[in-house]
């Protein structure tokens, strides 16, 4: 039995480790920690909402706890923390775990259903930022109905003002995260000791027969509570995803010795809150607070709310960044904010879609109570994604025996089933809302996937081995003239589309001939000595591949420059690079329908140019343009 390779990301030195816990607490937690400003507060005031009786909040408090335990102390930190590729963790690691091997592509059905699940935390970072800075700001309510028609506005403006200094960098902009979400940590802890020591009781919530007599006694209704309960499961999917940044070590570390025993008391205060004030449901967080406490925990809160926006912010930009790299998404203009680390990227265009999403579900929703019954259902889908993904790469990578992996997943996809069973029920109420960003995000991806298929099958079909080629510019006499030019080809064998149509055109040949691939392979990144390799075809003509990782971000200049230690030596400035840029003209036929054709087309058309994309010298470079009938 097989299991995954050890954990690269090992910190040295000895603050190092607790310098990684403090970070961690600013990107990893930030969405999990501001979840009690809303969370219980669902079940017993939103849609979802049973009386407020001793046994409920005993039952329901009791569901919180066990769920934080058993998904993200079990699940999460225990089980799926050990699955990694090269230190990686998240959906799309998983997706690239399954591709990896000698077809490269992996089961259809998981790669189809890891994309759809990768999809869905879109839908999540348009609805985190906007529920988490507004229910912050609805604290301002309960200090006063006087700020009441203020909160949407202010909420607004805070949003905006996040989305304007993504520019600035992940680096610059989250240097006090990890500080802001320790305060916050000790402070939700701190009172919330309060809290229970003034009603001691609550603490029977830890016995799991309080969550099970809440089933038998709410029967239907108990089931869509669940609704709610999943909302302190959110961001439990960071936990993963987040895995590479900072290491296992540090990211248990932070949730064991802080953030989860801050979040317990925090719920049993308000548990407390509520046993002894019925009437407070429709904001037990704030509520709970002792007197002088509120405007410093509404001001606090905001703060950490803006982490949580934050921390899915940069998880958006990540993923497209792997989509792209991984040819699932179209290339995108892509700014590094920081030289020292690869992974801090500004996407201007994702970051101006997302505020626009943002700002409007503020604007459509204007409640965190509105906003929570849309909120479920993408933690839900990407959870239970999640579980099916494991068990496929246990399976078809690790070859667990049947015995040793099918209970564990059974366990799992019992409660993935049952908050996404709770959460369904939520769709006409909002939950269609994330659900249609996942659905358009994961036709867009498939539509680009099946779009370059369609490419490279149609090259390969009326393609011309380079042999043939070159043999017939010899027969015709072709000069070769001074200087390099290098070709950027999307495929490892024959000639490259872009080569033909410059004999045809130009009707000569450099005396040095590079025909250059960048292949993405399905690790986050490569190693210097397996960066590039080179391959002698013909007298002054050879062709490079220069491999990177689907966390890297192609550099061809550089791969050139590396290819010189296999002796080929010219002159940057001499080097010509030629591009193709290629129409498509949708037809009828072929299997594939002609709408997906036309939208491959648009999102070509709209895409960043590659030229942009592989950093390549705009005033070196000549593209030829092809129009292909698909």
């Known amino acids: 039995m097989t299991g995954p390779a050890p954990h690269r990301r090992e910190a040295s030195g000895p603050a190092r480790p607790w310098l990684l816990v403090l970070s961690a607490m600013g990107v990893v937690f930030g969405d999990l920690g501001t979840s009690p400003l809303y969370a219980l507060q ?29 998904v993200v102390c079990l699940k999460y930190l225990t089980l799926l923390m050990r699955v990694d590729n090269h230190g990686e963790g998240g959906i799309l690691a998983l997706v690239a775990l399954l591709r990896q091997g000698p077809a490269r592509r992996g089961p259809g059905w998981a790669v189809g259903l890891g994309l759809f699940g990768a999809a869905l935390l879109y839908g999540d970072g348009v609805i985190t930022p906007a529920i988490s800075v507004l229910s912050a700001v609805e604290g301002l309510k309960v200090a006063t109905p006087i700020f009441e028609p203020y909160v949407v506005p202010l909420t607004v403006v805070i949003l905006l003002a996040l989305f304007a200094v993504q520019p600035l960098g992940t680096g610059k902009v989250g240097g006090v995260f990890g500080p802001i979400v320790a ?50 499961l959110t961001g439990a999917e960071a936990l993963y995803a987040d895995m590479g940044g900072f290491g296992r070590s540090p ?87 920081s030289r020292g680390h690869m992974g801090q990227i500004y996407l201007p265009g994702v970051n101006g879609a997302l505020m ?54 059974g366990g799992f996809l019992v409660l993935d089933l049952s908050f996404l069973g709770a959460n369904l029920l939520k769709v006409v109420e909002g939950g269609w809302f994330p659900l249609a960003i996942g659905a358009a995000a994961f036709l867009l991806m498939e539509v680009w996937q099946r779009g370059r298929r369609l490419l490279i099958e149609h090259h390969n079909a009326r393609g011309l081995e380079l042999n043939t080629l070159l043999q017939g510019a010899d027969a015709n006499g072709l000069p070769r003239v001074k200087g390099t030019a290098v070709f950027l080809s999307g495929i490892l064998h024959g000639a490259p589309l872009v080569l033909v149509h410059h004999l045809q055109h130009n009707r000569m040949l450099h005396e040095h001939v590079v025909l250059l691939t960048v292949h993405t392979e399905p690790v986050p990144a490569m190693g210097p000595s397996e960066r590039v390799s080179q391959e002698p075809l013909g007298p002054g003509i050879t062709r490079v591949v220069a491999r990177y990782g689907y966390m890297e971000h192609p550099d061809v200049p550089d791969a050139l420059r590396r290819a010189r230690e296999f002796g080929l030596t010219y002159p940057p400035e001499e080097v010509t690079y030629y591009v193709g840029r290629v129409s498509i003209r949708a037809q009828r036929g072929g299997g594939v329908p002609r709408w997906l054709k036309r939208l491959y087309g648009v ?3 709209n895409a960043h140019p590659m030229i942009d994309y592989v950093r390549l010298p705009s005033q070196q470079v000549m593209e030829l343009g092809a129009r292909i009938d698909l």
Do not use: K
């Not at 408090?61 to 335990?69: C, D, K």
């Not at 000790?186 to 809440?214: K, T």
């Not at 929570?372 to 259902?377: E, T």
């Open 42 to 70: 669902e079940s017993f005031h939103g849609p979802e909402a049973v009386a407020v009786t001793p046994g409920n909040i005993l039952g329901v408090l009791s569901l919180f706890i066990w769920s934080l335990l058993l």
């Open 183 to 232: 305060l916050w940590f000790v402070s939700i802890g701190a009172l919330g000791a309060w809290g229970v020591a003034h009603a001691p009781e609550v603490l029977a919530a830890f016995n799991p027969w309080h969550a099970v007599r809440f089933f038998q006694e709410s029967g239907w209704h108990g089931v869509r509570v669940l609704g709610a309960v999943i909302l302190c």
């Open 251 to 337: 990211i248990r570390r932070a949730w064991f010795m802080l953030a989860l025993p801050a979040l317990v008391l925090s719920y049993l205060s308000q548990g407390a809150w509520l046993l002894h004030h019925p009437g407070s449901a429709d904001a037990p967080f704030f509520r709970s607070l002792p007197a002088g406490a509120l405007y410093p925990m509404v001001a606090l809160a905001t703060l950490a709310t803006v982490v949580a926006s934050q921390a899915l912010i940069s998880a958006v930009f990540s993923l497209t960044h792997q989509a792209i790299q991984l040819g699932y998404c179209p290339p995108m203009h892509i700014v590094h904010t």
């Open 356 to 409: 626009i999403a943002c700002v409007g579900v503020v604007l459509g929703f204007r409640s965190s109570g509105a906003l929570a019954a849309a909120y479920g259902v993408a933690v839900a889908g990407t959870m239970l994604i999640t579980t099916v993904l494991f068990a496929a790469v246990v399976r078809e990578r690790w070859h667990w025996p049947v015995w040793g992996w099918l209970p564990v997943v």
């Open 603 to 605: 999102m070509q058309r």
